[in-house]
């Protein structure tokens, strides 16, 4: 049964993508603007029904992955997804997506594994007045997680979320979730876990939606004690949004939250360690002009760890540029230019202490209605107090989409480069190549 569902996944796939440095990673996050330039040149056709996948495989790090970025454990990866989006009518969508990837680690073969996961989201309208509404939703995933080497870890997931959201135009928006979280593992013993959680999540406007008021609040209950995990976690968030008149000041965005989670509930780490955070976030944007746009951003993270020797304090500041150098009926050009600064200190591991310097520059072309073509490049630079771990880290990315029929249908592929210059030990590359599409009905 287990082998038949992976194996019906594995035929209804195509594409997924893993993240590849700071500036690469904002690459991928900017697609759903170049998919509403594509949807704005598709004239033949509403966007109501739209199929999309991508597929890639290549070599990263787990310090590309997550905040301890020392432990910079290489591993080869294959990913596929496909995802199936419809919006059936004014009142009813929904989404249907697949995914599989596995990790190969160089050294840590314990970790090895394969998973295989099931989504499903699904939206409907259930009351429309002038300016309310109400809106029920649905989320449900199914994960297989497969180990070459430790099979007592490997497990099956079922995760059911229904929601209800109640909306007034221009004035507020709160969120009801219940979560059904339940991890069958498949060897007999003490680790199986059923936890139920609930959410509930506002926003608020105020003087013509120029302020936005956000605030949130989880709580997730674990059926059973287990020796050395957190039965009860809990989750707050806090923060504002103001946009000002003024363009040299254009919006103020602060963030405040705390909590306690699980790693495994973040699917890039493959080892399940509880731990508690503290996060603080400000940002602004600056509109230099009608073509420039910059961003500063300071963010402070605190995470302590109940088992674990990961305990850290760090904090970044970044401060990024966008500019539009052309954009006219037939073409686009942009530039976007990252710069920031990240240091890092941990209690138990004081070695491993770093300071990291990040720059990164991404050049775009865009023919409408035609293709587009990218570039990016990206360096990292880590001092840490055991100079011994000092690396430098590169990371490159040539991309390409061609598009046909009017838009409705895109092809991607990119190509991605990254070179570690270890101090001590042997340099690495790494290459990548991720192939996807979208068609949309």
């Known amino acids: 049964m287990k082998k038949s569902l992976f194996l019906m996944i594995g035929l209804m796939i195509l594409p997924f993508s893993a993240q590849a440095g700071m500036t690469i990673d904002r690459y991928f996050k900017t697609q759903e603007k170049n998919e509403a330039e594509n949807a704005e040149s598709a004239s033949a056709k509403k966007d109501d029904f739209s199929l999309s996948g991508y597929a890639e495989s290549g070599g990263r790090s787990t310090a590309e992955d997550y905040e301890e970025e020392d432990t910079d454990d290489d591993y080869a990866y294959r990913s596929y997804h496909l995802k199936l989006r419809q919006k059936v009518s004014d009142r009813l969508s929904y989404d249907i997506g697949s995914f599989i990837y596995g990790r190969d680690y160089k050294s840590k073969d314990s970790l090895d594994n394969i998973s295989g996961i099931f989504k499903t989201n699904w939206s409907y309208n259930i009351d429309r007045l002038k300016d309310e509404a109400l809106e029920l939703g649905i989320k449900v995933n199914y994960k297989e997680k497969r180990y070459e080497n430790t099979p007592r870890n490997e497990y099956d997931e079922i995760r059911f979320a229904p929601m209800l959201t109640f909306k007034k135009k221009n004035v507020y928006s709160v969120d009801l979730i219940l979560g059904i979280d339940n991890y069958d593992y498949l060897e007999a013993g003490e680790k199986d876990q059923l936890k139920i959680s609930g959410r509930i999540a506002a926003v608020r406007y105020f003087r013509d939606k120029k302020l936005k008021l956000i605030s949130s609040y989880r709580i997730e209950q674990s059926e059973r004690e287990t020796t050395g995990r957190e039965r009860t976690k809990h989750e707050v968030l806090a923060g504002l949004d103001y946009v000002f008149d003024i363009p040299l000041i254009y919006k103020v965005t602060a963030r405040a939250g705390w909590g306690k989670r699980d790693t495994k509930e973040d699917e890039e780490r493959d080892d399940d360690l509880d731990y508690e955070y503290c996060r603080l976030y400000g940002g602004t944007e600056h509109k230099i002009g009608p073509e420039l746009i910059t961003n500063i951003k300071y963010q402070y993270l605190r995470k302590d760890y109940i088992h674990a020797d990961l305990d850290s304090r760090g904090f970044y500041i970044q401060n990024s540029w966008d500019y539009e ?117």
Not at 393 to 422: C, S, V
């Open 325 to 441: 150098a052309l954009d006219n009926t037939s073409r686009r050009i942009w530039f976007h230019l990252e710069l920031e600064h990240k240091d890092v200190s941990y209690s138990l591991r004081s070695g491993n202490d770093y300071r990291k310097e990040t720059a990164g520059v991404d050049v775009n072309y865009r023919r409408k209605k035609e293709w587009k073509a990218s570039a990016g490049f990206e360096g990292n630079f880590y001092d840490f107090s055991d100079s011994a771990k000092d690396k430098k880290r590169y990371f490159a990315r040539i991309g390409f989409e061609r598009l046909f029929f009017a838009g409705d249908l895109a092809l991607r592929l990119d190509l991605k480069y990254k070179y570690t210059d270890y101090k001590q030990k042997n340099d690495r590359e790494d290459e990548a190549v991720r192939a996807g599409f979208e068609y949309k009905f």
